[in-house]
C-alpha cells in the first residue's frame, strides 16, 4: 500500500464513532463468513449476528463467495477477501453509518434506499440505493455501478460519477479513469441465497410459471445464459397489455423480498415517439387494495440495465407485469433476463 492509500485509511479511523458499545452488527445471509477477531487475535466462522469491532476483518475462503446483511439495510456479498490482520473486510461506524473498507478481493453490495461508503486503499465510492460491485487488485481498484449512481474518488485526484452500467478504474496515485460501459468479472449471481423464480433464465427453453403474449425464448436475448426473454410490442397496446409472472404460495406476509431482474429495450415507441415502459408490481392482497405499484423503465438501448424492487409481502403470491406508458401504435421491444426473487435478510 503507498503512502496515499494509508493517509486514506489513517484518517477514517480517525473520523470513526464506533465503540465496543454501538459497532455495527451483521447477520450471515448465505455461505460462511470468516472472521478475524483482533481481541485474541483468533479466526472463526461467524454463525450468528454478531457486532464487528472496527479492528475486526471479514472474509471468506479461497474459492468461496458468501453474503451478510447488516443495517441500512445492505446486503453484502463476498469473494476472494482474505480474514486477517490488515486484510480483509471491514467495518466501523461514522457519522451515524456504516462504512466499509475493503483491504482485498471482491464485494457486491446493494443499499436500500440508504447511504453507503465502500473504502479502499486506492479509491473512496459512495452512493445511495444502489448495486454495485468493487475489486481491489494489488495496485488499482474497479468499480463497477449495476443500478444507481456513485461518486468514485481518490481524494484530490478527482472523482467521477457513475450512471448504470458504467465503470472505473482507479489506480494508486492516479485520478480515477473516465466512466466507460463495463461489466465486472464476477456479480452476485453465486451469493448462494435461495431464488424463489424457478427457471429464472428460460433455459429450460418454455413458459412454464409465465404468462406469456407477444413473447418468446430465443439466444438474441440471453445475458447471463444461453436464452433469454424477447418481447415484442409492435402492434396497437392498451394500458392494460401486460406479460407477467406468478409466484404462488411461497412468500412470508410481513417479510421483506428483492425483485431484481435485467433489461435491454430496443426503440421502444409509441405513435413514433420515444417512451418508457412501466414495472407493474402486484403484491396479491386478499382484498385486492392498494397491492399494485408502477416503477418506470427508462429506455436502455444498446446496453443491459438491472432493475431492483424491494418490497414488503402481504400475502403469499406475488406477481409482475410489463405494462405500457400509453394507448397507442407500438414498435420495438425489450430482452429480459435474469429474474431474481430474494427473501432479504432481517
Same mark, same amino acid.
Given at each position: 500500500?503507498?503512502?496515499?492509500?494509508?493517509?486514506?485509511?489513517?484518517?477514517?479511523?480517525?473520523?470513526?464513532?464506533?465503540?465496543?458499545?454501538?459497532?455495527?452488527?451483521?447477520?450471515?445471509?448465505?455461505?460462511?463468513?470468516?472472521?478475524?477477531?483482533?481481541?485474541?487475535?483468533?479466526?472463526?466462522?461467524?454463525?450468528?449476528?454478531?457486532?464487528?469491532?472496527?479492528?475486526?476483518?471479514?472474509?471468506?475462503?479461497?474459492?468461496?463467495?458468501?453474503?451478510?446483511?447488516?443495517?441500512?439495510?445492505?446486503?453484502?456479498?463476498?469473494?476472494?477477501?482474505?480474514?486477517?490482520?490488515?486484510?480483509?473486510?471491514?467495518?466501523?461506524?461514522?457519522?451515524?453509518?456504516?462504512?466499509?473498507?475493503?483491504?482485498?478481493?471482491?464485494?457486491?453490495?446493494?443499499?436500500?434506499?440508504?447511504?453507503?461508503?465502500?473504502?479502499?486503499?486506492?479509491?473512496?465510492?459512495?452512493?445511495?440505493?444502489?448495486?454495485?460491485?468493487?475489486?481491489?487488485?494489488?495496485?488499482?481498484?474497479?468499480?463497477? =455501478?449495476?443500478?444507481?449512481? +456513485?461518486?468514485?474518488?481518490? %481524494?484530490? #485526484? $478527482?472523482?467521477?460519477?457513475?450512471?448504470? @452500467?458504467?465503470? *472505473?478504474?482507479?489506480?494508486?496515485?492516479?485520478?480515477?479513469?473516465?466512466?466507460?460501459?463495463?461489466?465486472?468479472?464476477?456479480?452476485?449471481?453465486?451469493?448462494?441465497?435461495?431464488?424463489?423464480?424457478?427457471?429464472?433464465?428460460?433455459?429450460?427453453?418454455?413458459?412454464?410459471?409465465?404468462?406469456?403474449?407477444? =413473447?418468446?425464448?430465443?439466444? +438474441?436475448?440471453?445475458?447471463? %445464459?444461453? #436464452? $433469454?426473454?424477447?418481447?415484442?410490442?409492435? @402492434?396497437?397496446? *392498451?394500458?392494460?397489455?401486460?406479460?407477467?409472472?406468478?409466484?404462488?404460495?411461497?412468500?412470508?406476509?410481513?417479510?421483506?423480498?428483492?425483485?431484481?431482474?435485467?433489461?435491454?429495450?430496443?426503440?421502444?415507441?409509441?405513435?413514433?415517439?420515444?417512451?418508457?415502459?412501466?414495472?407493474?408490481?402486484?403484491?396479491?392482497?386478499?382484498?385486492?387494495?392498494?397491492?399494485?405499484?408502477?416503477?418506470? #423503465?427508462?429506455?436502455?438501448?444498446?446496453?443491459?440495465?438491472?432493475? *431492483?424492487?424491494?418490497?414488503?409481502?402481504?400475502?403469499?403470491?406475488?406477481?409482475?407485469?410489463?405494462?405500457?406508458?400509453?394507448?397507442?401504435?407500438?414498435?420495438?421491444?425489450?430482452?429480459?433476463?435474469?429474474?431474481?426473487?430474494?427473501?432479504?435478510?432481517?
Amino acid at each position: 500500500m503507498g503512502l496515499r492509500g494509508w493517509i486514506i485509511v489513517l484518517a477514517l479511523t480517525q473520523d470513526t464513532d464506533t465503540s465496543l458499545k454501538d459497532a455495527p452488527k451483521i447477520k450471515p445471509a448465505a455461505g460462511k463468513i470468516g472472521i478475524w477477531r483482533s481481541e485474541g487475535s483468533k479466526l472463526e466462522t461467524l454463525e450468528a449476528e454478531s457486532a464487528i469491532h472496527p479492528d475486526d476483518r471479514l472474509g471468506v475462503k479461497e474459492g468461496e463467495t458468501a453474503s451478510f446483511a447488516t443495517e441500512g439495510p445492505l446486503l453484502v456479498t463476498l469473494r476472494a477477501v482474505k480474514a486477517a490482520k490488515d486484510k480483509g473486510l471491514a467495518l466501523e461506524r461514522k457519522k451515524g453509518r456504516v462504512v466499509m473498507k475493503l483491504f482485498d478481493g471482491d464485494l457486491v453490495v446493494q443499499s436500500y434506499d440508504s447511504e453507503v461508503e465502500v473504502h479502499t486503499p486506492h479509491a473512496n465510492v459512495s452512493g445511495k440505493g444502489s448495486y454495485f460491485t468493487v475489486h481491489v487488485g494489488s495496485g488499482s481498484t474497479k468499480v463497477v =455501478a449495476l443500478e444507481g449512481q +456513485l461518486t468514485v474518488s481518490n %481524494g484530490d #485526484l $478527482g472523482s467521477v460519477n457513475l450512471e448504470d @452500467g458504467e465503470g *472505473t478504474e482507479v489506480k494508486k496515485g492516479k485520478a480515477p479513469s473516465k466512466p466507460t460501459v463495463m461489466q465486472p468479472d464476477w456479480m452476485s449471481d453465486a451469493r448462494g441465497m435461495e431464488n424463489l423464480f424457478n427457471n429464472p433464465g428460460l433455459e429450460t427453453n418454455d413458459f412454464k410459471g409465465w404468462n406469456v403474449k407477444d =413473447a418468446a425464448v430465443n439466444a +438474441l436475448a440471453a445475458r447471463g %445464459g444461453k #436464452l $433469454g426473454l424477447d418481447l415484442n410490442l409492435a @402492434g396497437p397496446k *392498451t394500458k392494460k397489455w401486460f406479460y407477467g409472472r406468478n409466484v404462488f404460495k411461497t412468500l412470508k406476509p410481513g417479510t421483506k423480498y428483492m425483485f431484481r431482474f435485467w433489461y435491454r429495450t430496443r426503440k421502444v415507441e409509441c405513435d413514433k415517439t420515444p417512451v418508457d415502459l412501466i414495472l407493474h408490481i402486484d403484491l396479491c392482497s386478499p382484498d385486492n387494495k392498494n397491492d399494485k405499484f408502477p416503477h418506470p #423503465l427508462k429506455a436502455s438501448d444498446g446496453r443491459w440495465k438491472c432493475k *431492483t424492487v424491494f418490497h414488503e409481502a402481504i400475502a403469499p403470491n406475488f406477481r409482475f407485469d410489463i405494462m405500457v406508458e400509453r394507448e397507442g401504435s407500438y414498435t420495438g421491444g425489450v430482452f429480459m433476463d435474469d429474474f431474481e426473487l430474494y427473501e432479504f435478510p432481517k
